[in-house]
T-cell receptor
């Protein structure tokens, strides 16, 4: 079983739609969780951290369920510019991050 | 401009040749990392460094060598390149051991023929 698993997609959604991605992780001792965004042929960049209480940043909401070991990302009112690959990332120890393979989102007119 | 840079951005080499990928950061971050990204595998950690002269293996270190004589530089060497090392290589850095955010360089696309 992979340490971090994501549905690769692609998720094709129209502008204005709401879309949600889930991610599961295998190590129950994992300490911190993140969503990174990666545009085509570019480097990954931090989108947001994921807290136990859930957190929201504009149109983006991230949630963590430690009991079921999954993380979610909700994007409301999708924009064309949201088209990218979203990487689920788990922090273990010694500053080492484990990355999921990513979920590709394509927002269309 | 401050940040993290990688060179070369693109490289084509032949099987068996030695190749060095450079990574330079201007933030004086303690931690630096090398990842490779391949379809179906996501980003995998090759080597990391907690400080100058301190390096350690990641998930896929075989065939790679690193050094870190200065805080700002973290070169990655493929001692004898193989086709399986064709990949996109990303360098990253972070200031602490808390793993809060890693800052990535633009990547090096390496093709081994």
């Amino acid at each position: 079983r992979k340490e971090v698993e994501q549905d690769p997609g692609p998720f094709n959604v129209p502008e204005g739609a709401t879309v949600a991605f889930n991610c599961t992780y295998s190590n129950s001792a994992s300490q911190s969780f993140f969503w990174y965004r990666q545009d085509c042929r570019k480097e990954p960049k931090l989108l947001m951290s994921v807290y136990s209480s859930g957190n929201e940043d504009g149109r983006f909401t991230a949630q963590l369920n430690r009991a079921s070991q999954y993380i979610s990302l909700l994007i409301r009112d999708s924009k064309l510019s949201d088209s990218a690959t979203y990487l689920c990332v788990v922090y273990g120890t010694a500053s080492k991050l484990t990355f999921g393979t990513g979920t590709r989102l394509q927002v269309t007119l | 401009d401050a940040g993290i840079t990688q060179s070369p951005r693109y490289k084509i080499t032949e099987t068996g040749r030695q190749v060095t990928l450079m990574c330079h950061q201007t933030w004086s971050h303690s931690y630096m990392f090398w990842y490779r990204q391949d379809l179906g595998h996501g980003l995998r950690l090759i080597y990391y460094s907690a400080a100058a002269d301190i390096t350690d293996k990641g998930e896929v270190p075989d065939g790679y060598v690193v050094s870190r004589s200065k805080t700002e530089n973290f070169p990655l060497t493929l001692e004898s390149a193989t086709r399986s090392q064709t990949s996109v290589y990303f360098c990253a850095s972070t200031p602490t051991s808390e793993g809060i955010e890693q800052y990535f360089g633009p990547g090096t696309r390496l093709t081994v023929t």
